[in-house]
């Protein structure tokens, strides 16, 4: 039955809390088991130890390096007009920005000291750091700040950004570390759209706008990261070193290899086979990886990642066209059930269009819970009658579609076998169609829109506004692909944009949220865990829920 209740922090938001406080712990003190008349002693000789031990452990090891494994190639590295992640994860290493999320989905200052934001939300001004300098030895100035921004505004840009900065009407630089951003209009989501590696102004001011996105210096990047770039070779690897005179301290690790695999079979065997030392494991593979952990070869990390997989319904189709519908098809499919069995149980049941990670998760959710008595009611109350052949009807018309997804991903795959199954079993009947992505995405996507319903999964951004998603306005040509309209959720969506004071504007995204989970356009299936393999004695890791490779300037090897 559809119930509400306060929404309980998830064990992994936890465990990483934990393992951020055990992290500090250092030595082992542990005499109970010393006999009593030597306690004295061996607790003296311990304490030295253990001040030698710490000494040892507390300073990063320097040197060495570790290979990366990916599957897919980067397209460039030009951080205005780059939107893959393979790019985009590499880009995090070569760049500077002027703030970072946080492992919190907090933003954070960077390269900005602090900033300051004006009364009316129109003003922001940063306060960069002094002494930073480009991978070429030129400073890094709030010249080349005004520089990178002012690209995402000028009239011949042909990034996919644009839309970003549409109340951003001019950037300028004070003085060599002051830059100010002046707005049209407040914009809530300013801060988390200005994670972008700022690029610099002494190599590429006299290249147009038009002709960044080819520009030779997106496959030979100069950044002021802690790493940077030294080769390319399509299809095989990126290799990176360590910026010696990177700002905040030289990074421990000499070198970041990051090798381009091609496929998640063979990154698994090449983990397994020591040729990769860090690299995603798919949920399907979980077991196997734990397996390996078991033998030493790696050290397996799971946290609740910052994304969402769902079911989502063509709301064009009269079958789906009533709420009461979509949720008995929710009731009908056992979440936990695909966790446990396609997951391996690295995910959580998901409940609406944010994760609970984010700030932005109403305290109450609507939940459809697991119950197929209760669909069955709901389906009868919608008009659905049971046919000669046991499938339902409604106005003479069978309850039967389609169930797309694409082909190659196997936990979609499987996915949509055991919905398949689970539908029918209430008198639904499913046929499953795997797709090529490419063909895939041109079919169920502007302006064709051929599908009647799809396993998916969306990567949530830093802010949670939901407008790109959700909004009736995307629906002809952006990602609102389901065709999902209200007009009080527009006005909503509207307006939290322009609520500044994020309390306020919580208020806003929580009916947002809710009022989407009540109506079911999709089912929002599970948020998965995002798995890693890492070296046993790979050191200052974090695992962070939604960036891949976060601070690599503070790993180091124990040994």
């Known amino acids: 039955m559809l119930k509400r209740k306060k929404h309980i922090w998830s064990l992994a938001a936890t465990t990483l809390a934990m393992s951020a406080i055990l992290a500090a712990c250092g030595g082992d003190n542990n005499l109970e088991d010393a006999m009593q008349d030597e306690r004295n002693n061996e607790e003296a000789n311990n304490a030295e130890d253990n001040a030698n031990n710490d000494a040892t452990e507390g300073e990063p090891q320097e040197g060495g390096d570790i290979t990366i494994g990916v599957i897919s190639d980067p397209v460039s590295f030009m951080t205005t007009h780059s939107q893959d992640t393979s790019s985009g994860d590499i880009e995090d290493m070569i760049y500077s920005q002027l703030v970072r999320v946080d492992e919190n989905i907090e933003m954070q200052p960077e390269l900005a000291i602090d ?14 750091h002094e002494d930073v300098t480009f991978h070429d030895g030129e400073p890094l100035t709030a010249e080349d700040v005004e520089f990178t921004f002012n690209i995402f505004i000028d009239e011949d840009y042909t990034g996919p950004r644009a839309g970003y ?11 060599e570390t002051t830059v100010e951003f002046r707005l049209s209009e407040p914009d809530a989501r300013f801060i988390s759209n200005i994670g972008f590696g700022i690029l610099p102004k002494h190599i590429l001011e006299g290249v147009s706008a038009a002709d960044l996105e080819e ?17 390319w070779e399509d299809g095989q690897y990126v290799q990176l070193t360590a910026y010696e005179d990177y700002w905040e301290g030289a ?25 990769v030392d860090l690299g995603i494991i ?42 009461e519908t979509r949720q008995a098809l929710t009731h009908a499919i056992d979440r936990q059930t695909i966790i446990e069995q396609v997951g391996q149980g690295q995910g959580e049941v998901a409940h609406g269009p944010v994760s609970p990670l984010s700030w932005a998760y109403p305290d109450e959710m609507p939940e459809f819970e697991y119950d197929p008595e209760k669909a069955r009611e709901l389906l009868a109350e919608a008009g659905w009658e049971e046919g000669a052949d046991g499938i339902l009807e409604r106005d003479g018309e069978r309850f039967s579609f389609t169930l797309k997804t694409n082909s190659g991903n196997q936990i979609r795959e499987d996915i949509s076998v055991v919905i398949q199954s689970m539908l029918n079993e209430v008198g639904v009947e499913v046929e499953v169609e795997y797709v090529e992505w490419g063909a895939f995405l041109d079919q169920i996507n502007p302006p064709n829109f051929d599908f009647d319903a799809v396993i998916l999964g969306w990567a949530l951004g ?25 007009d009080d959720v527009d006005e909503l969506i509207d307006q939290n944009v322009s609520i500044v004071d994020r309390d306020e504007r919580a ?9 989407i989970a009540e109506d079911q356009p999709y089912t929002f299936l599970y948020y998965p865990n995002d798995l890693k393999a890492i070296p046993p004695n790979l050191e200052g890791f974090v695992h962070h829920p939604r960036l891949n490779f976060y601070r690599p300037q503070d790993w180091y090897y124990s040994e």
């Open 215 to 231: 520009h030779e210096f997106g496959r030979n990047p100069i950044g002021s990261g802690p790493y940077q770039f030294d080769s």
């Open 507 to 515: 208020e806003a995204l929580h009916e947002i949220f809710e009022t």
């Open 165 to 175: 900065f549409s109340a951003l009407e001019e950037v300028e630089a004070l003085d």
């Open 251 to 275: 990074p421990n690790l000499d070198r970041i290899t990051i090798s381009i695999v091609g496929d998640q079979n063979a990154l698994m065997a090449q983990i397994e086979g020591g040729d």
């Open 462 to 486: 830093t802010d949670p506004d939901p407008g790109a998603i959700w909004h009736s306005k995307e629906i002809e040509a952006g990602l609102n692909n389901i065709a999902y309209a209200r």
């Open 282 to 323: 798919p949920a399907t593979d979980y077991s196997t990886a734990e397996g390996w952990e078991e033998q030493g070869l790696i050290n397996l990390q799971s946290t609740l990642g910052y994304s969402y997989n769902y079911m989502g319904y063509n709301l064009r189709l009269d079958m789906f066209s009533d709420k």
């Open 115 to 128: 900033w300051e934001e004006s009364d009316d939300g129109l003003t922001y001004t940063f306060d960069i």
